[in-house]
């Protein structure tokens, strides 16, 4: 029994718990007060009603901005000219079972950004000891690049080192760690990127990031997130690929418009003081963006925000060689990402033992990460499911409710599903800037969003929801699935 009144015993269950309860939620209360019940009802569909079209706005308002400044001639900024001289840039690139010509286009375009002082740039190729050919590549990137202004550096992870699970953050956390070991770092003029191997950056990384670090109050105090694109193999990705991966973009620059709940995601910096001050990496975690913003917050009592940094990062889509092997590592994948839900082990016991930190803010922050996966795992099924409530429980015979709210929520779902003409156009914008259309492509474009309904209620919420079973009944992922990466040519 005295398990059950142990505070980590029910820290893994408030996910599913919650989930369990915001569907029965309706049910309670209209059984409870009928009127009261279909007060909520029509107050849920509104809620989300309103976010569709503030979404909507606030993707295109950041957009607007992005491009804004990708037209901004960043070469002679004054910021970096005087202050950039002294700050040296490290890109952690972790690597272990990608085609050597995927880590080459990365390595490429890292030298061909156009920066004042290339210098002060290093690249640490962070290998596996598991993964042979990963040193192998590694060897011939230094042979064919490392003879340029930028250093390139190997450090190879060994494998069953004490205290990690074999995760990528361990792989970076021993990389960076063990170059501090050769290299002598000043952390508040260091500056750390993470950035996956199938990544591109623009010609205008570093100016950018550098710029918009070294003209930050603060800086050490936050993170850095980048904007991802996941355009390398847009052509050839299948059509849920193609819809994800806009969808997490639209995403990130959505919540970039939403500062306070803002959260680092794949691809984004720190300086190194910043990295220290959060212990490194969670060297356990398979999903560890969301982790490092709660270690570094809680590093520096709750001073600490996250840091719209727009350096395009262009990605691969999930890519198999066919397409049942390309849904299985999409499902993986956003599994992965949606295993975040176990960030609510660690930051409800560090909240209520952080004293420094004003309670309203304790309660804020916790209550928008339990929704934030709340809306992930059921959100699309509770939209679809809510409208029909009450016919569970009064007949059309008894209630004209009970007929009216279905055809009304089918009305707004009808207009809702009629504006994914937004998005669908907006998409067209964005990746024709980053790949090439044909008159093929355009239409497919918009007419895959047709199939944003049915993705959001399997692709989407169904590994969120695997996720928060498994961590009610303690069965945790432990092994970090890597997604496969295909060679360009």
């Known amino acids: 029994m005295k398990k059950y009144t142990h505070l980590a015993y029910w820290l893994p269950k408030i996910p599913l718990l919650s989930l369990i309860g915001i569907f029965l939620?309706?049910?309670?209360?209209?059984?409870?007060?009928?009127?009261?019940?279909?007060?909520?009802?029509?107050?849920?569909?509104?809620?989300?009603s309103v976010k569709v079209f503030e979404s909507y706005f606030y993707v295109l308002r950041s957009y607007i901005r992005l491009l804004k400044l990708e037209k901004k001639d960043m070469k002679n900024d004054p910021i970096v000219?005087?202050?950039?001289?002294?700050?040296?840039?490290?890109?952690?690139?972790?690597?272990?079972?990608?085609?050597?010509?995927?880590?080459?286009?990365?390595?490429?375009?890292?030298?061909?950004?156009?920066?004042?002082?290339?210098?002060n740039i290093t690249l640490l190729l962070a290998t596996e000891a598991r993964a042979p050919e990963a040193k192998d590549h590694a060897e011939k990137i230094i042979k064919n690049y490392g003879n340029g202004a930028i250093c390139i550096v190997n450090i190879v992870h060994p494998s069953d080192l004490p205290n990690e699970w074999k995760v990528k953050w361990a792989n970076i956390t021993y990389a960076i760690q063990t170059y501090e070991k050769q290299v002598h770092l000043d952390g508040e003029h260091t500056f750390i990127s993470t950035i996956d191997t199938d990544t591109k950056v623009r010609p205008n990384f570093f100016q950018i990031v550098t710029h918009t670090f070294l003209s930050t109050d603060y800086r050490h105090h936050a993170i850095y997130q980048y904007t991802p694109?996941?355009?390398n193999n847009w052509r050839t990705g299948h059509?849920?690929?193609?819809?994800?991966?806009?969808?997490?973009?639209?995403?990130?620059?959505?919540?970039?418009?939403?500062?306070?709940?803002?959260?680092?995601?794949?691809?984004?910096?720190?300086?190194?003081?910043?990295?220290?001050?959060?212990?490194?990496?969670?060297?356990?975690?398979?999903?560890?963006?969301?982790?490092?913003?709660?270690?570094?917050?809680?590093?520096?009592?709750?001073?600490?925000?996250?840091?719209?940094?727009?350096?395009i990062c262009e990605m691969d889509l999930v890519a198999e060689t066919n397409i049942y092997r390309t849904v299985k590592s999409q499902y993986k994948q956003l599994r992965r990402w949606s295993w975040g839900c176990t960030d609510v082990e660690y930051v409800i016991p560090k909240f209520i033992a952080a004293k420094n930190i004003p309670r309203t803010e304790k309660i804020r922050k916790t209550m928008y990460l339990i929704y934030n996966h709340l809306f992930w795992a059921g959100g699309p099924f509770m939209l679809f499911?809510?409208?029909?409530?009450?016919?569970?429980?009064?007949?059309?015979?008894?209630?004209?409710?009970?007929?009216?709210?279905?055809?009304?929520?089918?009305?707004?779902?009808?207009?809702?599903?009629?504006?994914?003409?937004?998005?669908?156009?907006l998409s067209i914008h964005i990746m024709q800037r980053f790949t090439k259309f044909?008159?093929?492509?355009?239409?497919?474009?918009?007419?895959?969003?047709?199939?944003?309904?049915?993705?959001?209620?399997?692709?989407?919420?169904?590994?969120?929801?695997?996720?928060?079973?498994?961590?009610?009944?303690?069965?945790?992922?432990?092994?970090?699935?890597?997604?496969?990466?295909?060679?360009?040519?």
């Not at 680092?264 to 060297?283: E, H, I, M, P």
């Not at 029909?388 to 707004?412: E, K, M, N, W």
Request: hydrophobic share 45%.
């Open 239 to 311: 059509f849920f690929a193609r819809i994800i991966g806009i969808g997490t973009t639209m995403w990130q620059l959505f919540e970039s418009q939403n500062p306070e709940f803002y959260r680092n995601f794949a691809v984004y910096g720190q300086s190194l003081t910043c990295l220290r001050k959060a212990d490194y990496w969670d060297r356990y975690s398979i999903v560890e963006d969301g982790m490092q913003y709660w270690r570094s917050y809680f590093g520096w009592d709750g001073l600490f925000r996250i840091v719209n940094t727009p350096a």
């Open 81 to 119: 000219l005087k202050n950039g001289k002294n700050l040296k840039h490290i890109v952690i690139i972790p690597i272990y079972t990608e085609p050597y010509d995927v880590i080459e286009e990365n390595i490429t375009s890292l030298l061909a950004a156009e920066y004042s002082f290339p210098e």
């Open 229 to 231: 694109i996941y355009s």
């Open 438 to 489: 044909t008159a093929k492509d355009y239409l497919l474009n918009l007419v895959q969003w047709i199939a944003v309904p049915v993705l959001t209620l399997t692709l989407f919420s169904i590994p969120a929801i695997e996720s928060q079973i498994r961590l009610f009944f303690w069965k945790r992922i432990d092994n970090f699935d890597t997604t496969q990466k295909m060679k360009r040519k």
């Open 25 to 48: 939620l309706p049910l309670i209360l209209i059984e409870i007060n009928y009127h009261v019940g279909l007060v909520f009802i029509a107050l849920y569909i509104s809620y989300w």
């Open 385 to 425: 499911f809510i409208g029909y409530v009450p016919g569970i429980f009064y007949s059309i015979d008894h209630s004209l409710a009970a007929f009216t709210v279905p055809i009304a929520s089918s009305i707004i779902f009808t207009i809702l599903f009629a504006t994914v003409i937004i998005p669908s156009l």
